[in-house]
Nanobody, 118 residues
Framework: EVQLVESGGGLVQPGGSLRLSCAASGFTFKDSIMIWARQASGKGLEWVSSITGGGLTVYLNAVKGRFTISRDNAKSMLYLQLNSLKPEDTAMYYC????????????RGQGTQVTVSS
């Protein structure tokens, strides 16, 4: 059974930083393209960043230069470093296995809440 457990969220002031973690199990992590997605209150799920098994990365323009996705295949862990946070980054953040399009991505974890506010 696929399991994804997100952690690391919290309340942070604008300009602050957080590091999100995702513990993965139940599938071949090193062979899977992984993503971070987020959902703000009252809005749809938004793709944020992707990383291949070999470490190639892609970012949403709105977070490029501020967020960094990374992974540790030996530990089956996915990370998202969030720097220079803005109020508009406030959302529930999820990790997921990339399926080819957001319509078919399945959220297996509970997510981790990031709130950016002064």
């Amino acid at each position: 059974e696929v399991q994804l457990v997100e952690s690391g969220g919290g309340l942070v002031q604008p300009g602050g930083s957080l590091r999100l973690s995702c513990a993965a199990s139940g599938f071949t992590f090193k062979d899977s393209i992984m993503i971070w997605a987020r959902q703000a209150s009252g809005k749809g799920l938004e793709w944020v960043s992707s990383i291949t098994g070999g470490g190639l990365t892609v970012y949403l323009n709105a977070v490029k230069g501020r967020f960094t996705i990374s992974r540790d295949n030996a530990k089956s862990m996915l990370y998202l470093q969030l720097n220079s946070l803005k109020p508009e980054d406030t959302a529930m953040y999820y990790c997921a296995i990339w399926t080819g399009n957001m319509a078919t991505v399945q959220l297996r974890g509970q997510g981790t809440q990031v709130t950016v506010s002064s």
